[in-house]
């Protein structure tokens, strides 16, 4: 497999953005693992099963927060996160300054802040690390809205560029050790609040590759092994699981990306506590549009991410390890419709 001249160049731009770091012009910091450290998040197994298969909830309409709210209770609510008084960090993509689909929807971020404050939770943060070569994450938040959007539902924003980084141990193939923002392990508990969208390196940028963002910018897929971008992506998640899923599908980005291309109001999200089954139907929404020529012939589980993500065991191992429960807030019989060609692409 040959290096593409638009992989080269962005290799070239983060390695310039590289040695400015280590000539002192970046904030980024380094700190050693902590000696039998256990992450804040994702140290209980997933709570939201039904007969030991991973729920996942797709709930349509046009209001984020009760879309929010649906979906969360379909896979069993919030209760079983324990979220009394807890700090909980929200991981929306804030790739760069590009509204959504580059960029998770700001609505659907306050919604989810919203939610968790109402669900007991003590302080939400709003996190992130924009891509080197898309400058700083907080003039990305601004631009995308996200930040205005988390602030005025209660959330406090961090931008992980400017703190410090844990290094964390694991048993990949390309991966032995995988520096993490500090933030993942500062509090109780992570949502991940990606957007559904294709991506031309990574095949797609759902749940797994949400991750990417929280680690330091040397062990980026693009460092590590180009050639092998997609295992790189589903190695790096060895590092956390996070505590809920929760994956912004009211625009959907079925060509082109991770910066721009077609999209398709499908005005829906995704929850589940089960990050690979999450890709797998966000995966099946992206196939029914028929326009992604990475999936065109292939199911959602045999694309890169997803046969490494199965491998290493981060999630579901097949369709029949997952329950895919739907609703419809408006009765739009377009969404069950869709939901039906979803179901029959898992």
Not at 80 to 103: F, Q
């Amino acid at each position: 497999m040959r290096i593409g001249r638009r992989i080269f160049l962005l290799m070239l731009a983060a390695g310039a953005s590289a040695a400015d770091a280590f000539r002192g012009k970046s904030t980024l910091h380094a700190l050693p693992a902590e000696p039998g450290k256990t992450p804040g998040a994702g140290a209980s197994p997933n709570p939201f099963v039904r007969g030991r298969k991973s729920l996942v909830a797709a709930v349509g309409g046009t209001d984020p927060s009760e879309m929010v709210r649906k979906a969360v209770s379909l896979i069993g609510g919030f209760g079983p996160l324990a979220l009394s008084r807890k700090s909980v960090l929200v991981k929306p993509n804030v790739v760069g300054g590009n509204g959504n689909p580059t960029t998770t929807n700001p609505a659907v971020v306050a919604a989810v802040v919203r939610a968790l404050y109402d669900a007991g939770a003590g302080k939400v943060y709003v996190g992130d690390m924009s891509a080197l070569v898309r400058g700083s994450t907080k003039k990305n938040m601004e631009r995308t809205g996200i930040l205005s959007a988390a602030r005025a539902a209660g959330g406090e924003a961090v931008f992980f560029e400017d703190h410090k980084w844990v290094t964390v141990k694991v048993g990949g193939t390309d991966l032995k050790e995988v520096p993490v923002s500090e933030w993942i392990f500062k509090v109780d508990k992570v949502v991940n609040l990606p957007v559904i969208k294709t991506h031309a390196y990574a095949g797609y940028s759902i749940c797994l590759k949400n991750f990417v963002g929280a680690t330091r910018f040397s062990h980026r897929p693009y460092f590590v092994n180009p050639l092998r971008w997609e295992e790189v992506v589903a190695e790096l998640n060895l590092a956390y699981r996070p505590d809920l899923n929760i994956a912004d599908g009211t625009k959907v980005m079925v060509e082109g990306g991770p910066w721009e291309g077609r999209a398709e109001n499908a005005n829906l999200v995704l929850a589940s506590g089960d990050r690979v089954a999450c890709d797998a139907v966000g995966l099946a929404l992206i196939k029914s549009y028929g326009r992604w020529e990475r999936l065109a012939e292939i199911s959602p589980w045999k694309m890169g991410q997803m046969r490494r993500a199965v491998e290493l065991r981060l999630g579901a191992g097949s369709r029949e390890e997952l329950e895919l429960v739907t609703a419809s807030l408006d009765g739009d019989p377009a969404f069950d419709a869709l939901m039906g060609k979803v179901k029959t692409l898992l």
